[in-house]
């Protein structure tokens, strides 16, 4: 196409991401209730049970309840989109680029590690907000009910207005809240994923090679 990687890479993550969440969110909307014991979610509690609460708490149509899953869709797109950029430029500048075949598991599992670390940093305030938005039950950020279903609704604050207020009203620092678990977590994640990778990569290219 006579494009350079980087434009290559944003268009191939820009296409992958929203399949990737449509088939993802309701799982990830779930585990983020779980995980902070939103209104209703209990330590101890099947994800059945939580699935069939997410639904309940949609609504009384099947349309709404299938939307609870899907609260936060088109904000793990906006986290991942830059995320997944970072991730996939830096390890393409650490291994030299060029689509390089000669990169070994080890330094894919070294690289990957750097190149994951420094996404999840860089994207860690937009993980705060996307996690508060699935985490929201039936409450707003000021302590609202949310209204239901045909009884007319306040409109909820937008992605921008939620990231401003927690600036505003927490402090810069919130919005870097869990850097540090989300940085150790990204380098084993992107160990594993990346020296898997190069190991399939050449397995691949060794067995066509012989064909």
């Not at 060029?98 to 860089?122: E, M």
């Not at 045909?150 to 990231?163: D, H, M, Q, V, W």
Request: no cysteine.
């Amino acid at each position: 196409m006579g494009l350079p990687k980087w434009a290559l890479t944003s268009l191939a993550v820009g296409a992958a991401l929203p399949p990737y969440w449509l088939i993802r969110n309701p799982s990830e909307v779930v585990k983020t209730r779980l995980q902070v014991g939103a209104d209703g979610y209990y330590e101890g509690m099947s994800t059945l049970d939580a699935f069939k609460l997410a639904m309940e708490n949609g609504g009384n149509s099947t349309i709404d309840g299938v939307g609870e899953l899907y609260q936060g869709y088109a904000e793990n797109i906006l986290y991942g989109f830059p995320a997944d950029i970072i991730k996939f430029v830096a390890y393409d500048y650490l291994t030299g680029g060029k689509g390089k075949t000669d990169v070994s598991p080890v330094d894919g599992a070294v690289y990957g590690a750097l190149a994951t670390a420094l996404a999840q940093l860089v994207t860690t305030p937009l993980d705060v907000v996307r996690n508060r938005i699935m985490a929201d039950v039936s409450n707003d950020d000021d302590g609202a009910s949310r209204s239901a279903p045909g009884e007319g609704s306040s409109t909820a604050p937008s992605y921008l207005e939620r990231f401003t207020k927690i600036a505003r009203e927490e402090g810069v620092e919130e919005l870097f809240a869990g850097s540090s678990p989300r940085i150790a977590k990204a380098i084993s994640s992107g160990a594993i994923q990346f020296a898997t990778y190069e190991e399939t990569k050449q397995k691949m290219s060794q067995f066509f090679m012989k064909r």
